[in-house]
């Protein structure tokens, strides 16, 4: 891991408004703290309650997933529909990964913070239904509207 990646302690924890540590964060010791200081401030954006799915964790994910770096974790906002949950995702630079689960019990968001040069690739936006399938506005009004 690079020197200049910060991970969640203790002290800054007591910096975080809405979330704790013993949510469903898996190992916290573990998660990059950028991410779940720019959660804090989704939180603050959207005015709801966001629900913790999972962040990092050792198993469940690709062998490529951010969630095994503590760079990525799935959430749902309560009380606000998938679309517009990712709109306001969509507004704050530092996701740069961001993908749609329609097919939750609570449709949510996968967000990451995949290095920024990676925002752009075709893979950094997806929705997933039985298979990841690429966000086009297409897809969108099929699986999420």
Request: glycine share 6%; net charge negative.
């Amino acid at each position: 891991m690079p020197n200049d990646i910060m991970l969640m302690t203790d002290a800054l924890w007591e910096r975080i408004k809405f979330f704790k540590k013993t949510e469903k964060w898996g190992d916290w010791t573990k998660l990059h703290a950028e991410l779940v200081f720019l959660l804090d401030a989704f939180r603050l954006y959207v005015g709801k309650s966001v629900i913790i799915h999972n962040a990092y964790s050792a198993a469940g994910h690709s062998d490529d997933s951010y969630h095994y770096l503590g760079m990525a974790v799935d959430l749902h906002v309560k009380g606000l529909s998938l679309v517009d949950q990712f709109i306001a995702a969509s507004r704050f630079d530092g996701f740069n990964g961001i993908g749609l689960y329609p097919d939750w019990t609570n449709p949510g968001l996968h967000l990451d913070i995949r290095p920024h040069k990676l925002k752009f690739e075709p893979d950094a936006r997806w929705i997933r239904n039985v298979d990841y399938i690429g966000l086009t506005a297409e897809n969108l009004k099929l699986y999420c509207l």
